[in-house]
């Protein structure tokens, strides 16, 4: 059973496990996107929203970038190598 919060509580969180992480935005772009940078990680492209969301689980996780999870980040290149090959 979940009980409520009192108006304006934040839950106590513990501080042992927490990470530090860069996030770069593209000014000016739609769908946001940008870059996440983990620590001691290679920095994970993001394009929208749930690309962000994507990304920040990637690097929690410790994961690399796989092809089906750049393609849940989005395309924030360019073109997608499809509308390259037109």
């Not at 870059?35 to 492209?45: A, I, K, M, S």
């Not at 749930?50 to 393609?71: F, Y």
């Not at 849940?72 to 390259?84: L, V």
Request: net charge neutral; charged share 30%; no cysteine.
């Amino acid at each position: 059973m979940r009980y409520p919060r009192a108006p304006g509580k934040v839950p106590r969180v513990s501080t042992e496990s927490r990470q530090t992480f860069v996030l770069e935005v593209d000014p000016g772009s739609k769908p946001i996107s940008g870059r996440l940078t983990g620590e001691n990680r290679d920095p994970v492209e993001f394009g929208g929203w749930l690309g962000l969301a994507t990304a920040l689980e990637d690097l929690l996780e410790g994961s690399h970038a796989s092809s089906s999870q750049a393609d849940r980040r989005g395309d924030i290149g360019t073109g997608s190598d499809k509308e390259k090959n037109r």
